[in-house]
T-cell receptor, first 115, second 115 residues
Framework: GAGVSQSPRYKVAKRGQDVALRCDPI?????LFWYQQALGQGPEFLTY????????KSGLPSDRFFAERPEGSVSTLKIQRTQQEDSAVYLC?????????????FGDGTRLSIL | AQKITQTQPGMFVQEKEAVTLDCTYD???????LFWYKQPSSGEMIFLIY??????QNATEGRYSLNFQKARKSANLVISASQLGDSAMYFC????????????FGTGTRLQVFP
């Protein structure tokens, strides 16, 4: 596709349920990022992949959060035993390669609401 | 400590006028990149403009220009000839070479353009 595609667009889950969020990056983009955006805030970094390698997961808030990109393209962010504080918009971004000058291109995000 | 500071929670501008959105940053790295993104109410993050720390010229992209003052560590976005469609949240972000390509975002400025 032309841009970064995320699904689902909206997700409502009960506290304690597991959720999986999908990101399909721009074709050929090596780098993939996940960010969490709380209401009224800027996005905050969660994790980063270069191809299939997860190079940085320092932003994952707890061991309930897990991300993978097994074939170096599509990525899944999984949240286990969801809590209310996990409610946020989860943004995926990709860039053509690593480097300070490369812009990251974002998807529309998944709005997660935990009841 | 805040790495990216956007001190204007909200700004108003009349259509066709120019507006400046402020951004200051904090880094000890010599090589870094500065980005501006637009986030309309629909939620997607749209890349606007990039400035590298070694770039001598201020970046320009159409109606967007970046007023880069390295010594003051500021990277203000200037939007000329504002349009109603410019109404959105605007985020300043930084990428430091010493970090793994992640973007650090400010808290954003909500711009409203009125007729």
């Amino acid at each position: 596709g032309a841009g970064v595609s995320q699904s689902p667009r909206y997700k409502v889950a009960k506290r304690g349920q597991d959720v999986a969020l999908r990101c399909d990056p721009i074709s050929g983009h090596v780098s993939l990022f996940w960010y969490q955006q709380a209401l009224g805030q800027g996005p905050e970094f969660l994790t980063y992949f270069q191809n299939e390698a997860q190079l940085d997961k320092s932003g994952l808030p707890s061991d309930r959060f897990f991300a993978e990109r097994p074939e170096g393209s599509v990525s899944t962010l999984k949240i286990q035993r969801t809590q209310q504080e996990d409610s946020a918009v989860y943004l995926c971004a990709s860039s053509q390669e690593s480097g300070t000058s490369q812009p990251q291109h974002f998807g529309d995000g998944t709005r997660l609401s935990i009841l | 400590a805040q790495k990216i500071t956007q001190t204007q929670p909200g700004m108003f501008v009349q259509e066709k006028e120019a507006v400046t959105l402020d951004c200051t940053y904090d880094t000890s790295d010599q090589s870094y990149g500065l980005f501006w993104y637009k986030q309309p109410s629909s939620g997607e993050m749209i890349f606007l403009i990039y400035q590298g720390s070694y770039d001598e010229q201020n970046a320009t992209e159409g109606r967007y220009s970046l007023n880069f003052q390295k010594a003051r560590k500021s990277a203000n976005l200037v939007i000329s000839a504002s349009q109603l469609g410019d109404s959105a949240m605007y985020f300043c972000a930084m990428r430091e070479r010493q970090l793994t390509d992640k973007l650090i975002f400010g808290t954003g400025t909500r711009l409203q353009v009125f007729p």
